[in-house]
């Protein structure tokens, strides 16, 4: 219950996919008089704009979060349940974070208590949500796919060279730009540097897209783009890992992506892409052989426990014989932070051995599958309760339409007649649509049980290749945050899947046993 005492700090955001600024106003509106109604003082209002809920990535959110500290507010108000997050581990995490300062979730629309029902409905309506919006992104790159594969123009602005014909929405050359492109593809394939290929362009005045000047990796995402020799290329990028970044060098499996061949007019030819690809590729060899890069396994994922700061990768010299020292080190200041660095090889290694016990293994996997399972129980049978009546509906419905249908065909025709007759066949179609949706439900955790068992298996392909991009990419997957502390460390696990936050596994450590454990 919430008591006319309390202070509320007010939550809007829209996405701009999908709906239009002024929602923001409405949601505003809302809250303000649901805060009139109940005699609640409203303290601060945050907004995100155009900011999707299937990723924490809000500077507004993320700023209410750590404002919650300072005890101001005691009550985070949304217009509705889907505002502050459309992802269940990130909505239960974030609760949580709000719980432990003293601050409660609740939604204008959703009339939800602290009552056994109601958690259960909001985890229902969170776990509605996450659904539609994972439903809507799929058939969102349904469409893109289609689009690609009938060489259109996909969205965003086009390549350098390029122009998108406002009818057919397919790329054309842009005849100045197109002279810049090959100056590029010419010059660094007889053997140019970066720095000589930026001097000419700079000299002959060519611009980028956003009429910027070029710098060296503008050149190398031209160089390396394959539309420049009429092959169209979709969906090359991988996916966004489950904090909702996405990793632009880590490509996609070769059965995802689309490739149309002839699909954009070539501005380069074959032999000249050839060519620069190769010295792409063998100078980055050479750069890796003269060039020993420290690899930080775990950056951005290792936070300070004394003053909450992201530690950093740090390496120095120390001693006579300028012994080389790795760490994740603190950036505050010591008389801000008096904590220690900790050994960058030490905390990698010993992260690495604890995801191999709790989730790079088939017992463990088989263990979380089999949680999932008995959790989805429960969801299942709510499934299945609403398809029978969504049949029943159906059924009706049907009858009724034949019962019209006879009628008419009788030769009794009026106008109520045929508009009883199109408001049923609406209906109809409806239902139709909404158990296509409960199927497809029952498919995405069909799907989901598959990704998890498939987690050990994954890892012995990549734990060969441990200083590689995908590598470091899927280890961080299954990672929330690290916490280093003065004398301990707390380890915080997950599956790297949306399925249940009560999967996760924080683990607490002294720091010596990293340096005892002998990994």
Same mark, same amino acid.
């Given at each position: ?47 995100d ?107 965003g ?14 790329l ?29 362009l ?119 014989n300028?012994? =080389? *020292?790795? #760490? &994740? ?6 008389? +801000? ?9 030490? /905390? ?7 995801l ?27 499934i299945?309760e ?30 109520a ?18 158990m ?6 029952d ?23 441990i200083?590689?991009? =995908? *590598?470091? #990419? &899927? ?6 945050? +690290?916490?280093?502390?003065r004398?301990?460390l707390?380890?915080? /696990? ?9 999967l ?16």
């Open positions: 219950m919430i008591q006319t005492s309390n202070r509320a700090a007010l939550y809007a955001r829209f996405s701009s996919d999908n709906q239009r600024s002024e929602s923001i106003d409405a949601q505003i509106r809302a809250m303000t008089a649901y805060c009139a109604q109940r005699h609640i003082a409203i303290v601060e209002t945050y907004v704009e155009a900011k999707s809920a299937t990723t924490d990535r809000r500077p507004s959110f993320q700023q209410m979060i750590a404002d919650s500290v300072s005890h101001s507010f005691n009550i985070v108000l949304v217009h509705k349940l889907d505002r502050f997050a459309r992802n269940r581990y990130d909505s239960a995490v974030y609760k949580r974070e709000l719980k432990k300062n003293g601050v409660t979730v609740y939604s204008v629309l959703e009339n939800l208590d602290s009552s056994p029902e109601s958690i259960m409905m909001e985890s229902v309506l969170e776990g509605m949500s996450e659904y539609y919006s994972q439903n809507l992104a799929r058939e969102v790159m349904k469409g893109m796919r289609e689009t690609a594969l009938q060489g259109k123009h996909t969205g602005k086009p390549p350098l060279g390029y122009d998108v014909d406002p009818v057919t929405r397919k054309v050359i842009n005849p100045q730009e197109a002279q810049a492109v090959r100056l590029i593809f010419s010059m660094y394939s007889e053997g140019c540097g970066y720095s000589e290929v930026l001097a000419a700079h000299e002959m005045g060519y611009k980028t897209k956003k009429g910027k000047e070029f710098l060296k990796n503008s050149l190398y995402s031209i160089l390396t783009n394959p539309k420049y020799c009429g092959i169209y290329v979709f969906n090359r990028s991988s996916a966004k890992s489950i904090t909702g970044t996405r990793n632009t060098h880590l490509l996609k499996a070769s059965e995802d992506i689309i490739t149309v061949e002839g699909g954009v007019p070539q501005i380069v030819d074959e032999r000249t892409f050839s060519r620069v690809q190769r010295r792409l590729e063998s100078n980055k060899h050479i750069g890796a052989r003269n060039k020993a890069k420290t690899v930080y396994l775990l950056a951005g994922k290792v936070y300070c426990k004394v003053c909450g700061r992201s530690m950093t990768g740090n390496t120095r010299y120390s001693g006579r300028k012994e =080389k *020292y790795v #760490t &994740y080190r603190c950036p505050s200041k010591h008389y +801000i932070c008096n904590n220690k660095e900790i050994n960058q090889e030490y /905390l990698d290694r010993f992260v690495v051995a604890m191999e016990v709790h989730l790079f293994n088939t017992a463990a996997i088989q263990e979380i599958a089999r949680k999932i399972e008995a959790m989805s129980g429960n969801r299942l049978e709510m299945a609403e398809q029978n009546k969504l049949q029943a509906s159906l059924d009706e419905v049907s009858e009724a339409i034949t019962n019209i249908t006879n009628v008419i065909m009788s030769g009794i025709v009026s106008a007649l045929t508009d009883k007759l199109a408001e049923l066949e609406q209906e109809k179609a409806r239902i139709e649509v909404d296509q949706k409960l199927e497809q439900r498919t995405a955790d069909r799907d989901t049980e598959a990704d998890i068992l498939s987690i050990p298996l994954k890892y012995a392909r990549l734990k060969g290749n200083g590689s991009p =995908k *590598y470091k #990419t &899927y280890i961080q997957d299954f990672i929330e945050k +690290i916490e280093v502390g004398y301990e707390s380890i915080i /696990l997950k599956t790297g899947l949306d399925v249940c936050p009560a996760d596994t924080t683990l607490t450590v002294r720091r010596q046993e990293l340096y005892e454990s002998g990994l």
